[in-house]
């Protein structure tokens, strides 16, 4: 990589940014698709698929899909009835509890599943096993409840926001008292808020925030949308991974999620698969 010029890897991970973000936008335009060009509810779907993490990504997508954004909104004066229909939905309620809360959420959500004909995932769709309490499903769906909670209009919001500081009072959120000292459902622990961490909201604004404005930009012939979607990624700070550490080890290092994001690009889509011809950086050292 040291022999390849400067220019030439700067612009082919320009090249990248660009293609990650089209790969995204038009994962998204599949789902936006289905939904008949719902806009507000594809991004409440992503945004709950960000929530998930990497281990939880596909069940918190399925959440959502199963709990229509309308019906939440029906509810959205009360975060009790929020939590009832998204753990109720989640089928994490099946079972017995001890605590006052689970069962009063438990009771809720069954004359709720009656009166809209509501059908729930299984339990042992969701995943724990080595992940820090702070990702347990209980707390991103409880997140996600708050979320709703709190704001609506969360792509309007998106597309109004001058600034990274104005996205991420977005994501500012404080979950109700029993979640202070629970982490699951019986199971007390040290009292601690559980707001959404810097790597969450990063991660919201990544898979979610910068597609969906680039997208919406592309299809309305909004350029400033558009770009705003590249923009957004270049003031965030760069992502820490295996990939981007191997990176920097040969040289090239990341200032901002734009570029972390255009590296995991390269690897993935180039390296990885041996599509050396495909590659500027690969065309200069075979010439």
């Not at 990702?135 to 609506?152: D, E, V």
Request: hydrophobic share 40%; net charge positive; proline share 4%.
């Amino acid at each position: 990589l040291g022999q390849v010029n400067e220019l030439t890897i700067n612009l082919w991970l320009d090249r990248m940014a660009a293609e990650r973000l089209e790969s995204r936008a038009s994962k998204i335009q599949e789902q936006l698709d289905r939904n008949k060009e719902g806009w507000e509810e594809t991004f409440y779907q992503f945004m709950a698929r960000s929530l998930g993490g990497k281990v939880n990504a596909e069940p918190m997508q399925m959440l959502a899909e199963r709990t229509p954004l309308l019906l939440l909104y029906k509810y959205r004066h009360s975060l009790f009835q929020l939590e009832a229909i998204l753990f109720g939905q989640s089928g994490l309620l099946e079972t017995a509890f001890e605590d006052e809360y689970p069962r009063r959420l438990q009771q809720e959500y069954r004359f709720l599943k009656q009166k809209h004909g509501l059908t729930s995932m299984p339990p042992q769709t969701w995943k724990y096993l080595r992940l820090r309490p702070a990702s347990f499903p209980n707390i991103r769906i409880a997140q996600l409840a708050t979320m709703i909670y709190q704001q609506a209009g969360w792509f309007s919001k998106a597309m109004a926001a001058h600034d990274l500081k104005e996205l991420n009072n977005l994501f500012t959120i404080k979950l109700s008292n029993y979640w202070w000292d629970h982490y699951t459902f019986d199971k007390a622990s040290h009292r601690q808020a559980k707001t959404l961490g810097a790597q969450t909201v990063r991660s919201i604004i990544i898979n979610t925030v910068a597609p969906m404005l680039f997208l919406y930009g592309t299809r309305k012939g909004n350029h400033r949308l558009r770009d705003k979607g590249l923009d957004v990624l270049e003031k965030l700070p760069p992502e820490q991974n295996k990939i981007v550490r191997e990176w920097k080890k040969h040289g090239i290092k990341a200032t901002s999620a734009y570029h972390t994001q255009a590296q995991l690009q390269l690897k993935k889509q180039y390296c990885t698969p041996k599509r050396c011809l495909e590659c500027a950086i690969g065309n200069a050292l075979l010439k």
